[in-house]
């Protein structure tokens, strides 16, 4: 693949303390994610695929090792500049979806926009735009309580795009929904993927992942066990 090389992850390490035990929840992993790819990463409970997500996007910190994105050191940042690297470069969707119950659909999308300080009218015209993108402009007065789970996951989706990040980070983001519906989120990611020209890494245990994916990485007992081309291999 030519593109640009956008995330490394070089040595990670994670150890969790519980107690008098010391626990490796990942045991020195390196990876490098090239502008524009998706890559998914496979793995049961317990693997570390989770504990590597929130590594790479800056929601925890190593115990050894450093990740970069664009070339900047996540380790050298103090944690608001993480927090404003969280919320610029990086969009998250989560298995439980994690949208604010009292907001509606398009005020789940605009929370991250009115964070980063973009003007009201502006941030009305992108919510509306990437809801309409994910099938649910007829749907973005609604909260969350009155949306399916599917329904919920693209409003997720959309507001991970909000801020037009340069990755989209989604852990098990089919794990709560049905088979169709899943399979309809997955179809949405990798729209996102070559329509948005976004950087999207998956972890799961979903198989029908690899469908669509350029990349799959196997993953077991924090480390990786195995690289391969997806079916939707683009290198």
Known sequence: MSSAVILEAENLQRIYKMGSVEVGALRGVDLEVHHGEFVVILGVSGSGKSTLLHLLGGLDRPTEGRVLIEGEDLSELSDNQLADVRLRKVGFVFRFFNLMPQLTARGNVELPLFLADVPAQEAKTRSTELLDLVGLSERRDHRPMELSGGEQQRVAIARALANQPKIV?????????????????????????????????????????????DRVIEMRDGQFVSKRLGKGGKM
């Open 169 to 213: 980070l989604a852990d098990e983001p089919t794990g709560n929904l049905d088979t169709a519906t899943g399979a309809d989120i997955i179809q949405l990611l990798r729209e996102v993927n070559e329509e948005q020209r976004q950087t999207v890494i998956v972890v799961c245990h979903d198989q029908r992942l690899t469908s669509v994916a």
